[in-house]
């Protein structure tokens, strides 16, 4: 079974940060060797892509706040069928967290976790850190476990 980690919350609340933090946590943990893929598109503002290694296979999507930026999801599986884990964003309600919920967190092959990002004001940097912290780590041990299989 596939798994995707949606992070999912209100606007500016970091979700599309989380996952661009999660694509530079797997280069780092996994090194890439010379005959893995990365494909990754980093903008300014988000990731959009792939890292492929022989034991894994992870896109990445952080943009998520229209329905079309999540939609994003079917042209990346569509694109590499052999995904085994997808990262992605999409706001609490709506359109684009609809669709996830519809497409794939009711499908046989797919396993969907949301992941409820908390919105704190800017000013509350404490409280960010600690949901971003506790956040990251989770995210770290499904990872590891998908991994070791």
């Not at 209100?10 to 060797?33: M, Q, R």
């Not at 609490?92 to 046989?108: A, V, W």
């Not at 092959?109 to 004001?121: S, Y």
């Amino acid at each position: 079974m596939r798994k995707m980690l949606t992070f999912k919350g209100v606007a500016k609340s970091g979700k599309s940060t989380k996952v661009k933090n999660v694509a530079n946590w797997v280069i780092e943990k996994y090194s890439p060797l010379d005959n893995d893929i990365i494909d990754l598109n980093f903008s300014r503002v988000d990731i959009l892509g792939i890292i492929k290694t022989a034991d894994f296979v992870i896109g990445f999507i952080s943009a998520g706040d229209t329905a079309g930026q999540v939609k994003q999801v079917d042209k990346l599986i569509d694109s590499y069928p052999e995904i085994n884990v997808i990262i992605n964003s999409c706001r609490t309600r709506g359109e684009g967290h609809n669709h996830i919920k519809l497409e794939y967190s009711d499908k046989d092959d797919w396993q969907v976790d949301f992941i409820e990002v908390q919105h704190f004001a800017e000013g509350e940097i404490e409280k960010q850190l600690n949901r971003d912290k506790e956040i990251l780590e989770y995210v770290k041990m499904q990872l590891i476990n998908i991994v070791k299989g």
